[in-house]
């Protein structure tokens, strides 16, 4: 038996199909619609206070623009003053680190100062300690000083007093003077008058130089009218080339 369609109309199409997910209510139909309704659509206008603020902005930029570019000109320009000043400081601290204070003491001083002739000397030490207003107690002090002629003396000790207000320096402990003649003094004590550049031990001396060598029992040394004086027993021996004159 051949099967015959069934002919009742149910109110559908057979050749539509459709699906439930592509179904839309009119409420949705309507909301997507407004979101492309251009008329729809409000433009928001700047009020009085905006276009205030925005002129403002405009004039103020007008201002900063060049007065920014006008500074970084003058920073290019200003840059090699900035630079060098940069290196003496840095030069500056590089020697300030090498100087410390402490406990009332400075490590590694520098006294300068002139004699009556307006000639140069220089006082270093390893270490200075503050005694009072005048009294510094100097420890492997070195006095270097310039005389007549442009000669110049240098003298050491392993302790030392400087009396800064008289310029006396009084040395102990291996006192050694040397002159850029040759001349080689040692003395377990010295007392040097940096005002008037003389040079006073009353302990025995040792020294030799181009005219020989002499040992005494004390002496003093003025190096501005090249004067040597020494007190005896003493003994000398000149060189061969002195003893022929």
């Known amino acids: 038996?051949?099967?015959?369609?069934?002919?009742?109309?149910?109110?559908?199409?057979?050749n539509h199909i459709q699906r439930e997910d592509y179904t839309r209510s009119a409420a949705d139909i309507e909301r997507q619609r407004s979101i492309f309704d251009q008329s729809a659509r409000?433009?928001?206008?700047?009020?009085?206070?905006?276009?205030?603020?925005?002129?403002?902005?405009?004039?103020?930029?007008?201002?900063?623009?060049?007065?920014?570019?006008?500074?970084?000109?003058?920073?290019?320009?200003?840059?090699?003053?900035?630079?060098?000043?940069?290196?003496?400081?840095?030069?500056?601290?590089?020697?300030?680190?090498?100087?410390?204070?402490?406990?009332?003491?400075?490590?590694?001083?520098?006294y300068r100062g002139l004699d009556d002739h307006n000639r140069p000397y220089m006082i270093?030490?390893?270490?200075?300690?503050?005694?009072?207003s005048e009294r510094i107690d100097l420890s492997n002090p070195a006095a270097d000083t310039?005389?007549?002629?442009?000669?110049?003396?240098?003298?050491?000790?392993?302790?030392?007093?400087?009396?800064?207000?008289?310029?006396i320096l009084d040395l102990a402990h291996d006192v050694t003077l040397y002159r850029n003649d040759g001349t080689l003094m040692l003395s377990p004590s010295a007392n040097m008058d940096m005002r008037h550049n003389i040079v006073v031990s009353d302990d025995w001396i040792h020294?030799?130089?181009?005219?020989?060598?002499?040992?005494?029992?004390?002496?003093?040394?003025?190096?501005?009218?090249?004067?040597m004086l020494f007190r005896g027993p003493g003994r000398m021996i000149l060189n061969a080339a002195e003893r022929s004159n």
């Open 1 to 14: 038996m051949t099967e015959q369609p069934d002919d009742r109309d149910d109110g559908t199409d057979p």
């Open 42 to 110: 409000a433009r928001l206008l700047p009020n009085a206070a905006d276009l205030a603020r925005r002129q403002a902005i405009m004039r103020s930029a007008k201002w900063m623009l060049p007065l920014l570019a006008l500074i970084l000109l003058g920073s290019i320009a200003a840059w090699p003053a900035v630079q060098r000043a940069v290196i003496m400081h840095t030069g500056t601290m590089a020697q300030m680190s090498h100087v410390r204070v402490k406990s009332g003491s400075m490590l590694n001083p520098t």
């Open 124 to 132: 270093t030490a390893d270490e200075a300690r503050q005694v009072s």
């Open 146 to 167: 310039l005389m007549d002629n442009g000669n110049w003396m240098y003298v050491t000790a392993r302790d030392g007093v400087y009396i800064q207000h008289a310029q």
């Open 207 to 227: 020294a030799e130089g181009p005219i020989g060598q002499i040992d005494v029992q004390g002496g003093m040394l003025d190096t501005r009218g090249g004067v």
